[in-house]
């Protein structure tokens, strides 16, 4: 039995994941970047095969993808986190035709054609405003879990706006309205919708196809997700665990023969 | 980057075009902008110098940061033209490869490729205690009207006259002939050599010819200019014909809109041949090309009106967009770039639109990066590269 391994060494996670022939996934990892991104890569790699009980011999392909593509030793190919997202995200959903992907620096959207290969995309612009970093400023400011971010804005009963975009600026409204004493969850609710807002943007931008499906780490915070769903006035799919599709999508490229 | 036989010829023509500015003492010295009418001052002996080309060229060195934080340590703001900023700390400062510019006598600004100048022009004015001629070059929203035309050949008058009263000489129609003689002959030369780029593969990639812009942006009247345009376009030519591409294997040929990324030349055109992508048509290079389309013997000041109004910053959206689509079409190509220049408000407003619109026209993918021409701070290698890494795919994808 051969495998193929994806490797997705991203701004804030470096995650990987190990499919067999038929592209079941037998394991994956994630682990934060941190500062030596190729030791992060490696480590998201071995612990996926450690998972599997297998041995990187068993492995006959390996992708890389994200940020750090370029650093990863393991990997004989590369390819952006655009085309590998969108392979991943067709995997679970094959009638897909919009893709985001709301990761730690970078938010895109993807079109994708019928066979799930890239038609168009949109990425943010320099600023990482609306991106995963954000949040967890945001929940740093407001002392609470990146985890519960989430769940903390569903219970908001009192709609207030930020009206800044600026990652820093916003940190400083934030802190200003919890010395008002505003309310935590609305606090949040704020913060959230803030980047369902701008991600809205994006998605416009490529085109709002039937299917929707949302990836990367922020596709776990469930406010962020209804408020797009909401605010494009359409249903978002979400995988069961969003934040490892880049890997699972470089995965199937390295077992489709690397590109 | 291809390195072309002619390219010494042209540092030695650039170096002596620098010399001989900094040391001229009969020729007074105009400092213009790069969309002005130079073929009037060239006719009046009065030498060009263009800071734009001078702070691209700080750019190109690595040299532009410290003199752009010259100038915004004297209040200009972050949000002013890179170009302006580096040349107010180029001048302050004295510094860059050839340490400032030598000053002017005289001030010759065009509005044709953005409003920015006449702000930047009239600060220089006040250092120097120096005459500004601003030509008002108003923007084509509708294409080339009669009023156009026949405002902007008043103000060529008045420009002569005004050179006249400058110089305390008579304006020489005679060499006024042969000055717009050099300068068509080089402009037609440079679309020569532009369109060669429809070849496949194509024989240069257009950071090679942002290079080769240098002098056709200076030394346009000259016949050193148009001479230099002859052997190379000559050379480039050969090179057309058999059939020898600029990067090893030319899988993919798009267009580069807006301003070149002049600190980042080299690692781009890295990246960009390890891809197999070619850059074959670009809309700033070919703005130096279409100077002879209206040019007219019988009515010479009417033809550079023209000339001068239709450069494609001056132009409306439509045809801008219209434009980019019979390129994409004219040159075979299977995608475009669109460079979001952070300082060039002109030249990047409504990039979204133009994007959709153009995918829309000719089916072929497009990608928007953010950068600026001088300014290192507002770029970032890895976001851009994983942009155009994924348009590139796209494009694979669209095979
Ligand atoms: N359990 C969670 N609940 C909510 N949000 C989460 C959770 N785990 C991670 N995130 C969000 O996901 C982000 C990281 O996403 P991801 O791992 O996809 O980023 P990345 O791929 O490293 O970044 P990029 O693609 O921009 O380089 C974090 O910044 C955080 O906001
Ligand atoms: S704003 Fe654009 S057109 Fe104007 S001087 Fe700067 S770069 Fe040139
Ligand atoms: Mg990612």
Redesign the interface.
């Known amino acids: 039995m051969s495998y193929f391994a994806g490797i997705d060494v991203g701004s804030l996670t470096a995650d990987a994941v190990l499919i067999d022939e038929t592209s079941n996934i037998i394991s994956y990892a994630i682990l934060p970047t941190g500062h030596d991104s190729q030791k992060a890569g490696t480590m998201a790699f071995r612990t996926a095969l450690e998972q599997a009980g297998a041995l990187e011999v068993d492995v006959a392909g390996v992708v890389s993808t994200g940020?750090s593509r370029g650093r990863v030793e393991e990997a004989g190919n590369s390819?952006?986190?655009?085309?590998c997202h969108a392979r991943g995200a067709f995997y679970y959903f094959p009638e897909v035709g919009t893709i985001i992907d709301i990761g730690g620096q970078?938010s895109k959207a993807i079109r994708v054609?019928p066979d799930g290969?890239?038609?168009?995309?949109a990425?943010n612009?320099?600023c990482a405003a609306g991106t995963g970093r954000f949040l967890e400023v945001m929940a740093g400011a407001l002392n609470a879990p990146l985890e519960m971010m989430g769940k903390l804005a569903l219970e908001s009963t009192v709609e207030i706006t930020i009206s800044s975009t600026c990652t820093v600026f916003t940190e400083s409204e934030v802190v200003s309205l919890i010395s008002q004493g505003r309310k935590p969850p609305d606090i949040a609710s704020a913060i959230c919708r803030a980047i369902a807002n701008r991600t809205s943007g994006l998605a416009t931008?490529v085109g709002v196809a039937d299917t929707v499906v949302m990836t990367g780490g922020v596709a776990k915070n469930r406010a962020v997700v209804k408020m797009l769903s909401e605010k494009l006035g359409h249903i978002i799919m979400v995988p069961e665990e969003p934040q490892i599709i880049g890997a699972l999508g470089a995965a199937i490229i390295a077992r489709e023969g690397g590109? | 980057m291809t390195e072309f036989q002619a390219a010494s010829k042209m540092r030695e023509l650039m170096t002596e075009y620098y010399i001989e500015a900094k040391t001229t003492k009969e020729k007074p010295i105009a400092w213009v902008t790069s969309g002005a009418p130079v073929e009037f001052l060239y006719t009046m002996d009065v030498l060009p110098i263009y800071p734009e080309n001078h702070s691209a060229m700080c750019g190109a060195a690595h040299k532009s940061l410290e003199l752009i934080e010259a100038a915004e340590a004297v209040g200009f703001s972050p949000d002013i033209c890179s170009y302006a900023r580096t040349d107010f700390g180029a001048d302050m400062t004295k510094g860059g490869p050839i340490q400032g510019l030598p000053a002017p006598d005289m001030l010759l600004c065009s509005t044709n490729i953005c409003k920015t100048v006449i702000k930047w022009y009239e600060v220089v004015a006040r250092n120097y205690n120096v005459p500004l001629f601003i030509v008002d070059t108003p923007f084509m929203h509708d294409g080339l009207t009669r009023d156009l035309i026949d405002y902007t050949t008043t103000q060529f008058k008045n420009l002569e006259e005004f050179l006249t009263g400058f110089t305390g000489r008579s304006f020489d129609l005679d060499r006024f002939e042969e000055v717009l003689k050099f300068s068509l002959e080089a402009a037609n030369y440079w679309k020569k050599i532009l369109q060669l780029g429809k070849t496949k593969p194509s024989p240069f990639n257009s950071q090679d010819t942002f290079i080769h812009l240098a002098p056709i942006v200076t030394l346009r009247g000259t016949q050193k200019c148009a001479d230099y345009y002859k052997i190379l376009y000559e050379e480039i030519r050969d090179l057309a014909a058999k059939k020898v591409g600029s990067i090893p294997k030319e899988k993919y040929r798009t267009l580069w809109d807006n301003l070149p990324i002049w600190f980042k030349l080299r690692r781009l055109a890295e990246f960009f041949e390890d891809k197999k992508c070619a850059l074959v048509v670009a809309t700033y290079t070919n703005s130096w090309g279409g100077l002879g389309d209206d040019y007219d013997p019988k009515n010479p000041y009417e033809g550079l009106a023209k000339a001068y109004l239709s450069v494609y910053i001056n132009s409306g959206f439509e045809h801008r967009i219209n434009y980019l689509a019979s390129l994409i079409d004219e040159y075979s190509l299977t995608g475009f770039i669109l460079h979001s220049d952070r300082s060039c408000k002109p030249y990047s407003i409504g990039m979204y639109r133009m994007q959709e619109e153009v995918t829309r026209l000719t089916g072929k993918p497009g990608v928007i990066i953010e950068g600026d021409m001088c300014d290192p701070r507002v770029y970032s290698d890895a976001q851009t590269e994983t942009r155009l890494e994924a348009f590139i795919e796209s494009m694979e994808d669209s095979e």
């Open positions: 940020y390819k952006t986190e655009i085309s970078d054609r290969r890239v038609l168009d995309f990425m612009d320099k931008r590109s």
